[in-house]
């Protein structure tokens, strides 16, 4: 269903062959379920072939669409998406109506898609974009270029190539310089970064290998993009398969204009910057792997209705660090973590040893000892030795909230790690160690990130404002927490937290999640045990963990014909293996309804012998 207050006005040109241009913004904005409105700046000529003719549609014109489009008759325009404008006419009225619509609603929001020549090589614009950066990226709250479009922009900049991390580094630098221009987040598009290595640099780079993936090999079998947002420059890394596919073809039309379309219609349904590009991006491959080749040039993309079912087989996978990026290069060593129970079920997260006795005794199957303030590394410790023996003992599961090294001498279950915690933390002795992993998360390009760390289980927060820890993101509410565990389960198991009450438990539990974690709910009652013994009724102590360490579940990559990687495609089974236990009847949201639908779903689970027991 549409939503027609979510309104995304696309200023664009029109393409004849629907690849690109405002009928293709249209359509990725429909099947995004945003209400899509156009200002034509030019008519094209253009097929799968070529572009036959541009003609700029008058001044006069245009500036009657805007007025049109900014009645008072007209849902309110959320996002405003910049693609093709063929001449400096068309640009400043178009700079004066963002200028306006921003001084009436500063909320609006504008993401601009560079287009000067068409995929398939035809000239679209006369201007000369360079000497007007200055005057529209501080109007650009998400600015979307493509690799050479980057550098036709930033003159004179070269890219380093000599490995992975000097090219992340570079794209960085790159994407810098427009953030200084004023753009708001900068998402720098690399598919093109193969044209840019010379034939010596490959064999230079093929030598200097010392994992076996040589730093060409990572170059060019994967597709980077760099996203830098925030006050902070914050810079995130997406990486995925490239579309062997497209080998015979100049790529997919239109996917400059799909992709900043998706990235509109995720602002517009309130989702950030960062979020919105990992959606898109998943929106993108989908589309480009199921793309239909005509026998032209390039080929058509095809859209279709967004459904997080069937999704995680499309997330690209986003790294904070080029370290962590590397795992996608090397998909054999990256194993991922023990699994654990696919039900968590109730998941009380307390400070003290005497909490997880008193956790233990009535019953409770997960918990967490999480010690912000130790009184001193030896109480710490101590702390975690104690708690580690009475979970033991009750046959429990204890993770440890961010000592993952102690969690480690003292053999606690596992380790639960945040977004931060992630940067520093060495995860391979942990991995070794065999500790379960779970990993904070707060929205899509979070959840892109765990994915590639392949945790234990995906925690998803906060739902509701909570008073126990200061968050820096919004709460996330009760259906987009569904839309969460529809796309990550039953690929990983799923726990929620943040603000979560016996009062909007059943929210929480029609979302199908697996586990839900409560600091307050528990520890602030005025009868703990009573409250743990209600809470356990409501929720169920989660399902039995699974009796063999089983393979971890993951992007199946795939070598080309020509001997290089792709993890595009369509047998991957990056959702398709479940390695915990059956789900119990008690586990946390799993009606009879729920589970016969999961059931029904094509993916196929992997049992354990536990599943029937
Ligand atoms: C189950 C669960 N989910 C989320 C968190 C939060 O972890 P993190 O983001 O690292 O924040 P701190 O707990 O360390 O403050 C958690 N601990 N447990
Ligand atoms: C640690 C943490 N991480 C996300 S929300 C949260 C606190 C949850 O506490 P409460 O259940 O009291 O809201
Ligand atoms: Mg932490």
Known sequence: MINMLDTVLTIAATDSSNGAGTTADLATLNFFGVYGVAAITAVTAQNLNEVLAVKPVKNRIFTKELQALSADSMPKIKVIKLGLIPNEKILRTTVTFIREQKKLNPDILVVWDPVAVAGTGGELSEINYSLWLHIILPLVDVFTPNLNEALALCEGFEVDTSGLKNCMDSLTQLSLYFRKLGAGT???????????????????????SKQGVSEFEKLTSYIYDVVVSGENNDVYYFGCGRFAGASNSTGVHGTGCIMASAVAAMLAKGYNAVDAIAYAKAYMTRGIENSVDVGARSRLFRHGYINNSEMLQYFPYMARTVSELELICNPAENTGFAPCAHDLGLYPVVDSSEWIGILCENGVKTMQLRIKKPESSEQLEQEIAKSVKLCEKYGARLFIDDYYELAIRHKAYGVHLGQEDLIDAKLNPIREAGLRLGVSTHGYAEIARACLLKPSYIALGHIYPTGSKVMASRPQGPSKLAD??????????????????????????????????????????????????????????????????????????????????????????VSAKKTGTGRSASAAGTSAKERARRKSRSVKTEKTSEDNA
């Open 484 to 573: 969460y565990v529809a796309l990550v389960d039953p690929a990983y198991p799923t726990v929620a937290i943040g603000g979560i009450k016996l009062h909007n438990l059943g929210d929480v539990k029609s979302s199908g999640v697996g586990s839900v974690a409560v600091i307050t709910a528990i520890t602030a009652a005025p009868d703990p045990a009573a409250a743990v013994r209600e809470w356990l009724d409501a929720v169920g102590a989660g399902s039995s963990d699974p009796a063999v360490k089983t393979e971890r579940r993951g992007r199946t990559v795939k070598k080309t014909s020509s001997g290089s990687e792709t993890g595009v495609s369509k047998s991957r089974t």
């Open 186 to 208: 900068v998402y720098l598009k690399g598919g093109h970064l193969p044209a840019l290595i010379n034939e010596d640099e490959k064999t230079a780079k093929g030598r200097s």
